[in-house]
């Protein structure tokens, strides 16, 4: 019994943080990114990174309950065809842009950063913050990492950690880091810091835009990769 306790213990610690990689090259990377973002935002003329900024490059919605997703009577739908006014031709019909279509490396996004560092424990937090948004907090010790995704809603409860749960405006779930490097060993009093993380969160469920869905929920998890830069990392005493 003893042994397999130790072996599940193994198992959950070595799921349960990552192994960083130190590379310089990583700040090429990203100063080859941070080109392709829009001119205002390089300059920062909002004074809103001052602190630091990610991008985001890759962003995607696992959905793990497709089962549930309602059929269509397509004997009762009304099809929609668009007309070329100059052509009179028919035109495919357009669909609302998703993550693949908005966010990719030669269309990155912007997100904030901020760092600080305490006790030989750095930890780093980007996100995007408006009516509704996201934040991962990285923490990395002695070489080690795991992260923390927080998604919320301002204006409704529409999620969910588990099912018997009740609807909340946040919720705060780890994350799996697929991969995470960083330009150089974090210490006090080091300046600029740069790297790129890849992550899968835990499932959880959004009741928001699920009006297809069986029971009016979508069970999903998000991957999220993204290169980030500390212009300064805060030391805390």
Not at 188 to 208: A, D, F, P, R
Request: charged content about 25%; proline content about 3%.
């Amino acid at each position: 019994m003893k042994h397999l306790l130790l072996l599940l213990f193994c198992f959950l610690f070595k799921y349960s943080f990552a192994q960083v990689v130190i590379d310089k090259s990583v700040k090429e990377e990203y100063l080859r990114l941070f080109e392709r973002l829009p001119g205002e935002i390089q300059k920062d003329t909002f004074n809103y990174f001052t602190n630091g900024i990610s991008i985001l490059f890759n962003l995607r919605s696992d959905t793990l309950n497709k089962k549930h997703i309602a059929a269509i009577d397509t004997s009762r739908s009304v099809k929609i065809i668009n007309i070329n006014p100059e052509t009179g031709k028919d035109e495919p019909e357009s669909t609302p842009p998703n993550e693949e279509d908005w966010v990719n490396k030669d269309q990155p996004f912007w997100l904030s950063c901020d760092c600080d560092i305490k006790n030989d424990t750095l930890r780093i937090l980007s996100g995007v913050t408006l009516l509704s948004g996201f934040s991962i907090t990285t923490t990395i010790y002695r070489e080690k990492a795991k992260a923390i995704y927080f998604e919320f809603e301002n204006e409704s409860k529409t999620l969910k950690k588990r099912l018997t749960d009740k609807m909340e405006n946040d919720i705060t779930i780890p994350a799996t880091i697929n991969y995470l490097v960083i330009s150089q060993k974090p210490i006090e009093g080091m300046g600029e810091l740069i790297g790129k993380i890849g992550v899968t969160t835990n499932g959880y469920y959004s009741y928001s835009n699920a009006w297809g869905f069986k029971y009016g929920y979508i069970h999903k998890r998000m991957r999220i990769e993204y290169y980030f830069r500390c212009n300064t990392v805060m030391a805390i005493k």
